[in-house]
């Protein structure tokens, strides 16, 4: 459980000072990460949080992190976290956050450590007349 709650804190640190092919390595081989879509998850939610127009630049955003829970079994961990996301904009005294609730799976990998890689469920052809089988994939 240490390594995870270890591990989580360096990506905070490496993404918070920019260095975002450190923080990719958080990911399992071959694992991309993807965050909700939705008008309130986009850039421009914040801006308008801001009241701020997108001409103002880029924004900066900074995390950081509370782990709730992590709860391991099988080599398989489930980590539930909330997140704090705050953004900052060139030029302007305002500044935004949002509170992000959060659960990744992590697996244990080949080399013994461990690393965010979800357990898809894996779509199945029907037969007519059969049920949908869902099935977790197996081998870590």
Same mark, same amino acid.
């Given at each position: 459980m240490g390594a995870i709650r270890e591990r989580l804190a360096r990506w905070v640190t490496q993404t918070n000072q920019g260095d975002r092919a450190a923080a990719g390595t958080i990911w399992a081989a071959q694992v991309t990460?993807?965050?909700?879509?939705?008008p309130e998850?986009?850039?421009?939610?914040?801006?308008?949080?801001?009241?701020?127009?997108?001409s103002v630049g880029p924004a900066t955003s900074t995390y950081a992190v509370n782990i709730d829970e992590v709860a391991?079994?099988?080599?398989?961990?489930? *980590?539930?976290d909330? %997140?704090?996301?705050? !953004?900052?904009?060139?030029g302007a005294a305002v500044t935004v956050t949002r509170e992000i609730r959060g659960s990744e799976l992590w697996r244990?990998?080949?080399d013994g450590s461990r690393a965010l890689d979800? *357990?898809?469920?894996? %779509?199945?052809?029907? !037969?007519?007349?059969?049920r949908?089988?869902?099935?977790?994939r197996v081998g870590y």
């Open positions: 990460g993807w965050f909700p879509h939705g998850f986009t850039d421009s939610a914040a801006y308008a949080t801001a009241g701020l127009p997108k391991v079994a099988a080599g398989l961990a489930a *980590v539930h909330i %997140w704090k996301e705050t !953004r900052r904009f060139p244990c990998q080949p979800p *357990v898809p469920l894996v %779509w199945q052809r029907l !037969r007519p007349n059969k949908l089988k869902l099935t977790a």
